[in-house]
């Protein structure tokens, strides 16, 4: 059996800290290069997602606007809603506002409510 110097001892050494620097500074290289690349990405799917969320709001409110006109219509020819129907129209009206909606639909809401017809 051969002894193993302290020569060796330290060679050995220095081959597994240039090994570990290597692969850290591998490692650090390729998360900076992979952050570049996907950092625009990310950007465009977030613009993406806020894009569509406005989009799909904008649809949903024009929806029940226009669910909320045939009503209001209906309701001014003295057309008999039933309750459910009316529970319907109040619940379709709240997230009519909550989406931002609040025009001629709100005034026309408020005439009918103090007449008692909705």
């Known amino acids: 059996m051969e002894s193993i110097s302290l020569g060796q ?6 081959l ?7 692969i850290t500074g591998i490692i650090a290289f390729t998360k900076s290069f992979i952050s570049k690349v996907l950092k625009p990405l990310d950007q465009k799917i977030d613009h993406l ?19 909320l006109v045939n009503f ?14 009316k529970n319907n129209a109040y619940e379709l009206y709240d ?13 026309k809401w408020e005439k009918l409510q103090k ?4």
């Open 9 to 14: 001892i330290a060679s050995m050494i220095t």
């Open 16 to 22: 597994f800290s240039i090994l570990i620097g290597a």
């Open 49 to 67: 997602q806020k894009t569509s969320t406005a989009n799909r709001d904008n649809i949903e409110k024009e929806l029940i606007k226009m669910f």
């Open 72 to 85: 209001i219509h209906d309701i001014e020819q003295d057309n008999v809603k039933s309750q459910i129907q």
């Open 95 to 107: 997230r009519y506002r909550t989406l931002g909606g609040n025009s001629y639909i709100h005034d």
């Open 115 to 118: 007449e008692g017809k909705i």
